[in-house]
């Protein structure tokens, strides 16, 4: 554990719809490799309320109403990871999302961090988690939350003591508007349609690997983990 947490690895990008797992896989790799996790959403944040250029830049575009274009984005995940804590490797979370990112990611990477990788590769580890769609279904629309307190449970993963009362004050539970099936099949689309180019370009490039999402959450972190660590011994 000790040398996984010292050694340098590649960047780690993890793919998958909402509801596979990337949050909690996610943790469990920052965790074991003492590595950040890096969040697109966490960054532009940041920028927005340091005011930076790029930040003052976004926030004019936000308030429109409108998507943050890449040449905002791109540079403030140059930024990010530039800094000391990402040296041995960092997990990016909500980027690249379209190809183009994945391409502008690579070329970065690349002219950036080459020289100064110890003759590692530094180009990312994509893991993608493959989840059968009825199992999304049965994921996202299990979601129960308690009006009082607030708190989430699952009525198929983490189901409250008693039927639909919260374990805490007995509050009836609620199925929120973003966990409606109509709304999660149109998130489930919209996610297709955006990322699946990301998954594409790095599938063309021979560097995506898939983990079974279906399976419990200790097994899909074990394969992770074997991906990552096979990974390091074949490029370091």
Request: with cysteine; proline share 6%; charged share 30%.
């Amino acid at each position: 554990m000790a040398d996984e947490s010292s050694r340098m690895i590649e960047p780690v990008i993890l793919l998958g719809p909402p509801g596979a797992g990337k949050g909690t896989q996610a943790k469990r790799i920052a965790q074991r490799y003492n590595i950040p996790q890096i969040s697109t959403g966490d960054i532009l944040r940041q920028n927005v309320k340091a005011g930076t250029p790029l930040g003052r830049a976004a926030k004019e575009v936000m308030e429109r109403g409108q998507l943050v274009p890449d040449e905002l984005v791109c540079p403030m995940v140059a930024d990010r990871i530039r800094d000391v804590d990402c040296q041995r490797g960092f997990i990016l979370d909500g980027f690249p999302r379209t190809a183009a990112q994945a391409g502008w990611l690579d070329a970065y990477l690349e002219n950036e961090f080459f020289d100064n990788s110890h003759g590692c590769n530094r180009l990312p580890i994509v893991i993608r988690l493959e989840v059968d769609y009825n199992e999304l279904l049965r994921r996202l629309t299990g979601r129960r939350s308690c009006p009082t307190c607030g708190r989430i449970y699952n009525v198929h993963l983490q189901p409250p003591k008693v039927d639909e009362c919260c374990d805490i004050d007995g509050s009836k539970l609620v199925i929120r508007d973003d966990d409606r099936e109509e709304v999660i099949l149109e998130r489930l689309r919209e996610f297709d349609s955006q990322t699946r180019p990301v998954a594409e370009y790095y599938q063309a490039k021979g560097r995506l690997k898939t983990v079974n999402g279906d399976l419990p959450p200790d097994e899909v972190t074990g394969q992770i983990f074997w991906i990552i660590d096979n990974h390091g011994d074949n490029h370091g």
